[in-house]
């Protein structure tokens, strides 16, 4: 299976908008956008999220990746493809998934939290890997699982991640983060969410720096 590659992103963040309804789309999409995120998960079990993801993909910028996170089937994908998403995220590794979003072009990070599933994953032709909850793991178990991996695979931390310790992971080479609660929760104004995503965006670029 070809892996489809990560694009050349500035900081791979993944922010992730679990309950977003479509008339909040354009306004928290657009103000994360332009604060600097440059791929963003809409979660299938969000309200109505196909339309969600159609109005964020016809919005965002061509460098930017939309998609949906928490898809577990192929009709899943077939949907999300229709509504012009370029990034799947499942919470599981279900090969037929992965393999059918690879085939239409998509960026795949599946979550994974064992060697096993990893392994199986990147067998499948996954983009990268999203270690899931990473808070579990921490950044030592990341990088334990990581050494028997293959090297252009993305490694994603997401679970309990937030501005507080990008640090602990970076310093350990994790650099691509998916950001959920600590970002965005349903009811919270676009204004807070972008506010919030100015303080993650300093954040990360402060311990980047830091770690140079």
């Not at 085939?103 to 599933?117: D, K, S």
């Not at 032709?125 to 921490?138: D, I, N, W, Y």
Request: charged share 20%; hydrophobic share 50%; proline share 8%.
């Amino acid at each position: 299976m070809t892996r489809i590659p990560f694009p050349p992103m500035q900081r791979p963040l993944v922010a992730i908008l679990r309950g977003l309804k479509p008339e909040e789309t354009e306004a928290v999409v657009g103000g994360l956008i332009e604060t600097g995120f440059t791929a963003i998960e809409i979660p299938l079990n969000s309200p109505d999220p196909f339309r969600s993801i159609e109005i964020a993909a016809k919005l965002a910028p061509a460098d930017c990746l939309i998609g949906a996170g928490t898809v577990l089937t192929v009709e899943d994908v077939t949907s999300l493809d229709a509504a012009g998403g370029r990034l799947m995220v499942s919470p599981n590794v279900e090969p037929a998934v992965i393999e059918a979003a690879a085939a239409r072009g998509m960026v795949t990070l599946p979550g994974c939290f064992t060697a096993t599933e990893a392994l199986a994953a990147a067998r499948a032709g996954a983009t990268g890997l999203k270690f899931f909850p990473a808070s579990v793991l921490g950044p030592s178990g990341i990088n334990a699982i990581r050494a028997v991996l293959p090297k252009d695979l993305v490694i994603a931390a997401v679970g309990g991640v937030s501005e507080t310790n990008f640090a602990d992971y970076i310093k350990g080479g994790i650099t691509a983060f998916g950001l959920g609660s600590s970002l965005y929760k349903p009811g919270m104004s676009a204004k807070d969410v972008v506010a919030r995503g100015m303080v993650t965006i300093e954040a990360y670029d402060r311990a980047m720096g830091e770690a140079a």
